[in-house]
């Protein structure tokens, strides 16, 4: 996207990079010293850490109950004969779930803030829907919301739509109550655009739809990719609420193991698994912040 | 009512291992009843023999919930007699040497009857199902009820008459996390297609209802009353029972109290004389007559 970006004007990013602190890990402590003083200070925060849970009282009875190998891995294998399910095999249903999430929210969002923003006088009862729509699933819980579907649209016994699996329902939910948080998201981008963009590119003789797919939308999305980004890593955790409709997700089935065997391990993987999901999506996140913030101070210089 | 009792009989183990893992001396409160030991069980089990037991020098103390429910007390009122745990308290107290009109009663908050400590009464009588996890924080008594795991469905769905061991495979069961009628169905029946797990019971009944699951299993008492009274758009019905997998009811006692002794040998009396199974006939006549199937 650099390239069509009006703000960089094609600068070596990397000429700026030691002028001011960035998000990254290490990226502020430079030489030899700042190295031994970050290694020295990060091993006693750690081991100040673990001092804490392995001084405890309770510290064996913790470790058994939520740290204990055996029941970690038996919970991530899973074993219904035993009367417990797989947590490494149910991630999967999440994983697919906020997939196909993602795709839908990105597009119903987008077209509800363009609703918000339009300024047509004959859109105004839309608008008002919109609107109306956009504060009633920001402010509803999500949970209620995957409650209200999972339970009452299988209750109205309508053909096909009462049918559907607990997954689809959850799916709809989560789209729902996240497009309106995502359609704000896109409306502070869309803001963020000045005006004069639209009037230079209306002058140039592009019409009113035209500038906002090849002039508009392409500033106003680069410019809200890390919020984004960070509702997604929110989305992917709240899968896990889908699991109130009775189908066996992640956190579902770790909870039946604990329920079974009285060991909470299993919430343990279940929780390193959503760690490996959402990880390399929140440093991604940081990339792509930093990469913004060396090409804003590459177009102020 | 039964469905309160069986909600007791797994939900609260759990909330007792959590306790154990927060009080660290659980489960080695063991000891005796006033300042006697263990070794006391050896005393006779005659009246006078096990006076110096009781809570109450003269007096049988039972306790139970309040309000406490039919079939197992009629009209909350535990001193009438009536009702199968009612008559059961009374049965063995005239074993113990007591006359109705030395049982006392007392009310005793369920989940206070299952943690360690003291307990304001010589047993607990409540529909608390055995297991493991309470069994070491609290003494029980050996079984004077076994409880029976069945099935419910909505009126005129396959299960209900096509139920044998090949075909119970076949459908999609749900039942609420942590009970033993999940177990059932995990361990048991062991169906094809992944069951769906609530977090309560009323969550699987309304999955039930709207035909999101063909059918729920759970203990009999549990699932006549769901079955009667709860789930009724459509019409459900107890389909079948299955036979006792060695859950059962027991009385509670402080743990250690050597009268549990004396209480299982008026037990085993009342077995072998017929005598609970007479009372089981008169108050819990309407579990008895569902058909047992086989897993």
Known sequence: MDSNSPMSPGQPAGSFAGMGRGPGLFSSYRGARAALISTISTIVVLAALAAVFLLAAGAHAFEHTFLSPTDMWRSFIGNPKQGYYSVGAAIWLNIRMFLVAEVLILALALFIALIRQSTGPALFPIRILATGYVDFFRGVPLILVIFALGFGVPALSLPFISTQPDAVYGVMALVLSYSAYVSEVYRAGLNSVHQSQVSAARSLGLSQGTALRYVVLPQAVRNIIPPLLNDFISLQKDTALVGTLGVIEANKAASIYSETVFNFSSFTVAAILFLILTIPLARFTDRLIERDRRRRLAGGA | ?295
């Open chain 2, 1 to 295: 009512m039964g469905w309160v009792g069986m909600r007791r009989s797994l939900a609260a183990a759990g909330a007792v291992i959590v306790l154990c893992g927060a009080v660290a001396a659980c489960g080695s409160s063991g000891g005796g009843n006033g300042g006697s030991t263990a070794s006391a069980s050896a005393t006779s089990c005659s009246k006078s023999g096990i006076q110096h037991l009781l809570y109450k020098q003269g007096v049988l103390t039972v306790a139970t919930d309040n309000p406490a429910y039919p079939p197992w007390f009629i009209k909350n009122t535990p001193s009438n007699g009536k009702g199968y745990e009612s008559a059961v308290a009374y049965a063995i107290a005239a074993k113990l040497g007591f006359p109705k009109s030395k049982v006392v009663w007392v009310h005793e908050p369920f989940n206070k009857a299952i943690i360690p400590g003291p307990k304001a009464f010589d047993f607990d009588i409540n529909e608390v199902s055995v297991t493991p996890q309470r069994a070491q924080v609290v003494t029980f008594s050996n079984s004077y009820y076994p409880v029976q795991q069945a099935i419910v469905a909505r009126k005129g769905t396959p299960i209900v008459t096509k139920h044998s061991p090949a075909q119970l495979k076949t459908y999609l069961y749900g039942d609420q996390n942590g009970t033993t009628g999940l177990t059932y169905i995990t361990t048991k029946i062991q169906p094809t297609k992944q069951p769906k797990v609530f977090d309560t019971l009323a969550e699987a009944g309304a999955a039930l209802e709207a035909g999101r699951i063909d059918a729920l299993v759970t203990d009999t008492p549990t699932a006549q009353y769901m079955a009667g009274y709860q789930l009724k758009h459509p019409q459900t019905v107890l389909v079948a029972q299955f036979p006792t997998v060695g859950e059962h009811y027991g009385l509670v006692f402080k743990k250690g109290n050597p009268l549990v002794t004396c209480v299982n040998k008026a037990i085993a009396s009342l077995q072998s004389d017929g005598g609970l199974t007479a009372l089981q006939k008169k108050y819990l006549g309407i579990y008895l007559k569902f058909p047992t199937i086989q897993p």
